[in-house]
């Protein structure tokens, strides 16, 4: 299902029937991208998402991080080929993912037995080294400066 990411407003997205308990051997996708008017020209923005609320049946062991059972995860891309930034169970994630780029992929899986209430999480878009907690401040920086060269060379500076 694709949903947009904006830098003005955030986009929810959740477990089928949050926040009832999620359905047994589901899959769910989602491609976000960032909003169009932001995804030009080189980019120099990037989507993070936000856990609102988080409850998966837990994998085995919780020193051991794995999800073998039920899990969200998350790629680096438009599809699951990409690079995986983590995949997620249980009450435990990260307070935030960036993708590194315009596109995020987000699936979710359960298997045969057990259910849980699910998850609501907001993806928006923010400048890359932009936000208070993203530290990539020296590719920010290049970025803009390339875009910086760009609109002189097509005259709109
Ligand atoms: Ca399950």
Redesign the pocket.
């Known amino acids: 299902m694709p949903v947009i990411a904006s830098a003005s407003y955030n986009t929810t997205i959740e477990s089928p029937d949050y926040p009832l308990d999620y359905h047994?051997n589901s899959e769910c996708k989602w491609g976000v991208q960032i909003e169009d008017k932001l995804d030009f020209p080189f980019g120099g923005y990037v989507i993070k998402v936000i856990f609102n609320d988080f409850k998966?049946?837990a994998g085995q062991d919780s020193s051991v991080p794995s999800c073998p059972?039920?899990n969200l995860t998350f790629y680096d891309g438009y599809s699951e080929s990409y690079p995986l930034l983590g995949s997620y169970c249980g009450t435990v994630h990260p307070e935030v993912i960036y993708s590194n780029a315009s596109y995020l992929y987000i699936k979710f899986r359960?298997?045969?037995?057990?259910?849980?209430r699910g998850f609501r999480i907001s993806v928006s878009v923010v400048g890359a080294g932009n936000d208070s907690e993203h530290s990539r401040q020296s590719l920010y920086t290049s970025q803009v400066a390339h875009q910086a060269g760009a609109y002189e060379r097509r005259g709109l500076a």
Request: glycine content about 0%; proline content about 0%.
């Open positions: 047994n998966l049946q059972y039920d359960t298997d045969s037995t057990i259910t849980s």
